[in-house]
T-cell receptor, first 109, second 113 residues
Framework: RKEVEQDPGPFNVPEGATVAFNCTYSNSASQSFFWYRQDCRKEPKLLMSVYSSGNEDGRFTAQLNRASQYISLLIRDSKLSDSATYLCVVKLTGFKTIFGAGTRLFVKA | ETGVTQTPRHLVMGMTNKKSLKCEQHLGHNAMYWYKQSAKKPLELMFVYNFKEQTENNSVPSRFSPECPNSSHLFLHLHTLQPEDSALYLC????????????FGSGTRLTVV
């Protein structure tokens, strides 16, 4: 089983749609959780941290379920500029961090 | 300069060449990382340096040799690489162990011919 698993997609959605991604992780000792965004041929950029209480940043909502070991990202009112690959990232103890392979999103006009 | 800068952006090298990748961070972070990203694969951690001391070496072949002269600079020396080493090499930095996330450089796209 992969340490961090994501549906690779692609998700093809129209502008204005709501889309949700899930990610599961295998190490119950995982400490911190993040969603990163990576545009084609660019570096990953931090989108948001993920907390058990859930957190929201504009159109983006992230949620962590420690009991089931999954993380979710919800994007409301999708924009063309949201098209990217979304990486689920799990930080273990020390400096070790595991990246998921990413979920590709295409938002179409 | 702000953030994390990497040079060169693109590199083509033969299998017998020696080259170096350079990374510099202007964020005052204490930890620096080298990651490898191959096509359709997750980022793979290669090396971690904390206050210029190596803390992680993720079983990376010796043809990759990191160097961290101080907390702001990180190098990756390359020699006798193989075509399968062609990938995007990303440098990142973080404050402490990265509990608040990482900042990545724009990467070096390496092609080994």
């Amino acid at each position: 089983r992969k340490e961090v698993e994501q549906d690779p997609g692609p998700f093809n959605v129209p502008e204005g749609a709501t889309v949700a991604f899930n990610c599961t992780y295998s190490n119950s000792a995982s400490q911190s959780f993040f969603w990163y965004r990576q545009d084609c041929r660019k570096e990953p950029k931090l989108l948001m941290s993920v907390y058990s209480s859930g957190n929201e940043d504009g159109r983006f909502t992230a949620q962590l379920n420690r009991a089931s070991q999954y993380i979710s990202l919800l994007i409301r009112d999708s924009k063309l500029s949201d098209s990217a690959t979304y990486l689920c990232v799990v930080k273990l103890t020390g400096f070790k961090t595991i990246f998921g392979a990413g979920t590709r999103l295409f938002v179409k006009a | 300069e702000t953030g994390v800068t990497q040079t060169p952006r693109h590199l083509v090298m033969g299998m017998t060449n020696k080259k170096s990748l350079k990374c510099e961070q202007h964020l005052g972070h204490n930890a620096m990382y080298w990651y490898k990203q191959s096509a359709k694969k997750p980022l793979e951690l290669m090396f971690v340096y904390n206050f210029k001391e190596q803390t992680e070496n993720n079983s990376v072949p010796s043809r990759f040799s990191p160097e961290c002269p101080n907390s702001s600079h990180l190098f990756l020396h390359l020699h006798t690489l193989q075509p399968e080493d062609s990938a995007l090499y990303l440098c990142a930095s973080s404050q402490d162990q990265g509990g608040n996330g990482y900042t990545f450089g724009s990467g070096t796209r390496l092609t080994v011919v």
